[in-house]
């Protein structure tokens, strides 16, 4: 099939699913066309068979914000036509599922007929879509596409809650490949690297936006260092760095805190940590969280959004009411105090992101393309 992927190309979980999947597509022998203004950056490889469009905007200095909605859906004719593209996929309904409903509306002038599929992934519903400046255009666009999933039961039902939504919504869960996480018994992982061998180890990944609360991932640290020896890692840039760093500071705790930034290699250094932190106001699946399982990490978390569905409270992890930090600091102890109970858990972790593999959930996608190639 010929498929056209629109997403954001950053860090940001909804750019890293859309990336594995156009490369698991293309891998099975798809061809996959990305459109997006840079180059994704978990695109690792290029073949005959997967290609990257570059949406340019044009600085004009009369606009105060560039048009890039308009830039998109050109550039989306422009590759469905070219390239023949039978279905696009947009990855985050603003402005992605606006920006492929009018390229779809400018193909079927020219008697081309392009199918529009809409992945929801969170704060495009949560946040930001919801909120009454983007809420009609959202709805409209959510209505308008020809199928719509969402990453979770919880963001579907939320979507529904939320906008007056006409479609049903098909629930595909977020997916890793089990097989690039490999965990501290790999001779690959270099764990006395981080931290002496009787420290546990932690980790938080994010894009350090409030809506992760990365204050409460290095209160709840504090708390544990008190009584297990340990390091945290902190991968991820944003806004809410700083006020991370200046915490660290404050508890007198920097020496056993590692910020290491941005990082492509989220797998290897995955397979150091023991447990993830994830105490999110809201995480409508939690992909991190996910790849930190599959690398054999316990996880403490919130209860929001749609991590219950994920972290099994008890089994993989714990999950605590939002901004308790206190509960989630005891149940990290509970589980770090005693090597047998984290083996426990971290296996139970491991098994759990079995159910999210790749080979799971590519051929529901693939299923979803192939049933709008029928109705063409
Ligand atoms: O987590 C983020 O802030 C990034 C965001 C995105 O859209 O790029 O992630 C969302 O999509 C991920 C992939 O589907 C989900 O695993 C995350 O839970 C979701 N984030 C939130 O709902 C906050």
């Excluded at 061998?197 to 609360?213: D, G």
């Excluded at 978390?301 to 714990?318: A, D, K, Q, R, W």
């Excluded at 984290?342 to 996608?365: D, G, M, W």
């Amino acid at each position: 099939m010929k498929i056209g992927i629109v997403c954001y190309p950053t860090f940001g979980g909804s750019g890293v699913v859309a990336t594995e999947l156009g490369m698991a597509l293309a891998d099975k022998g798809h061809e996959v066309h990305f459109i997006t203004y840079n180059q994704p950056v978990r695109l690792d490889f290029i073949s005959h068979n997967l290609h990257f469009h570059q949406v340019l905007i044009e600085e004009y200095p009369l606009f105060q914000y560039q048009p890039y909605e308009l830039a998109l859906s050109s550039k989306m004719v422009e590759v469905v036509e070219k390239h023949q593209l039978e279905v696009l996929h947009v990855h985050y309904a603003i402005p992605h599922a606006y920006a492929a409903y009018m390229a779809k509306q400018m193909l079927k002038e020219k008697g081309i007929y392009v199918k529009v599929v809409t992945t929801l992934h969170g704060t495009d519903i949560t946040l930001v879509g919801s909120h009454p400046t983007y809420k009609t255009a959202v709805e409209f666009s959510i209505n308008n596409s020809d199928v719509v999933t969402s990453v979770s039961n919880n963001l579907k039902e939320t979507t529904n809650k939320l906008f007056n939504i006409t479609k049903d919504i098909k629930v595909i869960y977020n997916f890793i490949d089990v097989e690039k996480y490999a965990s501290a018994e790999n001779e690959e992982c270099n764990r006395i690297a981080i931290a002496k061998p009787h420290e546990r180890i932690l980790t938080h990944i994010s894009n350090f936006r409030p809506v992760k609360r990365v204050e409460d991932v290095i209160k709840i640290f504090n708390e544990v260092r008190k009584e297990i020896p340990s390091k945290l890692l902190l991968i991820g840039e944003g806004p809410d760095r700083i006020k991370a760093e200046n915490l660290t500071n404050k508890l007198n705790i920097s020496e056993d805190v590692i910020f290491l930034g941005n990082s492509s290699e989220v797998a290897k250094i995955l397979c150091y940590s023991d447990m993830f932190i994830l105490p999110s106001q809201t995480e409508s699946f939690g992909l991190a969280a996910l790849e930190a399982m599959a690398a054999k990490n316990a996880v403490i978390s919130t209860n929001t959004g749609g991590l219950p569905e994920v972290n099994i409270h008890g089994v993989t992890g714990y999950l605590s009411n939002l901004g308790d930090v206190k509960d989630m600091a005891k149940n990290a102890i509970s589980i770090l105090k005693d090597d047998v109970v984290l083996e426990q858990f971290k296996e139970n972790a491991k098994e759990q992101a079995k159910r999210f593999s790749l080979e799971n959930i590519l051929p529901v996608y693939e299923d979803i393309y192939k049933s709008c190639y029928k109705s063409k």
